[in-house]
């Protein structure tokens, strides 16, 4: 005996509530700034940690640059919980387990965003091939 799969029912849409905080709102010239004198890093090294040119890290501490997208979500991050550069780094002159989230040049409170996001099932229509995809909506 054959079980069939009802290939409506995979068909159909599910989706998810996702919040997140857009760090872009967060982080800016001063806040790298106050970031990297925090951690006691120069520009080269913070440059390196962050996988980015020194000129980069000039740019955005003079607010000539934009710091968006995941090198805002890194810093935002590091801002938040330096103790992941331990992570990240590894620095036997530094122990970055031991810091606490720095006082923000911004006293704010951290909102959240919301999107919803469609779990999409698509099958092929013999329903040999079945696949799942997120989509942002």
């Known amino acids: 005996m054959t079980n069939k799969v009802d290939l ?4 159909e849409k599910y989706g ?4 997140f905080v857009n760090a872009e709102d967060y982080i800016n010239a001063k806040e790298v700034k106050t970031i990297r004198n925090n951690l ?23 607010g000539a ?12 991050i590091i ?8 992570y990240i780094v590894k620095d036997s002159s530094r122990d970055f387990s ?19 996001v469609e779990n999409n099932i698509n099958c092929s229509e013999d329903g040999d091939l079945c696949y799942q995809s997120l989509q942002a909506a």
């Open 8 to 11: 409506n029912i995979l068909k």
């Open 16 to 19: 998810v509530l996702v919040q």
């Open 40 to 62: 006691n890093m120069t520009q080269t090294y913070f440059a390196s940690v962050l996988g980015v040119k020194k000129k980069t890290i000039e740019k955005w501490e003079q």
């Open 65 to 76: 640059n934009p710091i968006t997208g995941t090198a805002a979500t890194l810093l935002f």
């Open 79 to 86: 801002k938040s919980k330096p103790e992941v550069l331990s």
């Open 98 to 116: 031991i810091l606490e989230s720095f006082n923000s040049t911004q006293k704010t409170t951290v909102k959240y965003e919301s999107k919803f």
